[in-house]
């Protein structure tokens, strides 16, 4: 019991003095030991690294979830330990309501043909983005808040305590400036030469905690090549997605009823757009076919004035008298008349003909 209570009052002794020695540190009135720059260096470099850390994890989990609601549940499921709710995402919404609303309409119809295709590729895109996000949570923000949760406490642990044993350390060279008799300057000297000791010492533990965090930011790279490769696979099937979206659709009558007959005379259309990206960094886009490739065969069709057998790549269903209804792998004849859209070439197959969209094609030797 007695052990006890000289404890208690040595703690607070030691408590009390480093309060006095911090308010008079505060006040001007006492000095305080510096530590070497190269420490501060490290503690500087250390809390950045934990500010920018936090704020691209904070910005990183708005990019793939922008709904804060949703991330805050997710928060809370995670410290939780149980897993979130599967959830349909916006693409998968879409393209649930295109389907839905094509399959109303109609697959027989252009337009109802063409709401179906758009529904599947949006739920394709929804896949693509839900690989995304869980790739980018393991590889990319788990690394980042292991180092928050885990190294950068401890270094907050350790520099705390670091600052404890400097109030010792200050504390004790006050004392002995103090200290008149020399009973008394023999004690206060072997507390300092003891609370120095203690002071180095944590001061080469923090050192070397604070210069792992070089460590951490390789490690940390490692993660930033993870996450950038994610989402180049992201956005490439993405783009391969819509390049082969865009292929089905080939080009749309800007008008038409619902029995697919064209309400505007002269077949008038909507060419969708081809985007320019480079081949070197995404994937070609279906069957070892380049683009160049197809566009300099049809091109060259149209220098000829020749015609050229084409497979069908997929089904189309004719908006208006003047366009072929095609179906898909069948071969017909196609030729290029003069002043025609170059969207679009004459096919032939048997006693029929019409103009039919080069998307939908691809030219045989």
Not at 3 to 18: P, W, Y
Not at 199 to 226: K, M, P
Not at 232 to 255: E, I, N
Request: net charge negative.
């Amino acid at each position: 019991m007695d052990f006890n209570v000289k404890r208690l009052a040595a703690d607070a002794g030691t408590f009390l003095s480093r309060a006095v020695q911090f308010t008079e540190e505060k006040l001007g009135q006492a000095e305080k030991t510096e530590l070497d720059a190269h420490l501060e260096n490290l503690l500087v470099r250390a809390e950045t690294t934990k500010q920018w850390t936090e704020r691209i994890m904070k910005q990183t989990e708005i990019l793939l979830q922008p709904n804060p609601n949703l991330r805050l549940e997710e928060f809370v499921y995670e410290k939780l330990e149980k897993k979130a709710p599967t959830r349909v995402n916006n693409h998968e919404l879409l393209g649930q309501s295109m389907i839905e609303s094509g399959n109303e309409f109609g697959p027989g119809t252009a337009y109802g043909n063409a709401l179906t295709k758009c529904g599947e590729t949006e739920k394709q895109l929804g896949g693509a983005e839900r690989e995304l996000i869980h790739s980018a949570a393991i590889n990319f923000l788990t690394p980042f808040r292991n180092f928050l949760e885990g190294d950068f406490k401890t270094i907050l642990k350790e520099r705390k305590l670091l600052q404890v044993k400097r109030l010792d350390l200050d504390a004790a060279k006050t004392r002995l400036k103090k200290a008149r008799m020399s009973d008394a300057r023999a004690v206060a000297e072997q507390e300092l030469r003891m609370t120095q000791s203690e002071f180095d010492r944590q001061a080469e533990i923090t050192r070397l905690l604070l210069e792992g965090v070089s460590s951490t930011h390789a490690h940390q790279l490692r993660c930033l090549n993870d996450f950038v490769e994610a989402q180049t696979t992201y956005y490439a099937q993405c783009y391969q997605y819509m390049v082969d979206l865009q292929k089905q659709l080939g080009s749309f009558p800007s008008s038409f009823s619902n029995n697919n007959q064209s309400s505007v005379s002269g077949g008038a259309s909507i060419s969708v757009p081809t985007i320019p990206v480079s081949s070197a960094s995404l994937p070609s886009v279906s069957g070892g076919h380049g683009s160049s490739a197809v566009s300099g065969g049809f091109n060259e069709l149209r220098s000829s004035n020749g015609s050229r057998k084409a497979r069908v790549l997929y089904d189309y269903d004719a908006a208006s008298s003047s366009e072929l209804s095609l179906l898909a792998d069948e071969v017909i004849t196609v030729s290029s008349v003069p002043g025609m859209d170059s969207d679009w070439l004459m096919g032939e197959r048997g006693s029929q003909k019409g103009k039919v969209p080069i998307t939908y094609l691809e030219l045989l030797n």
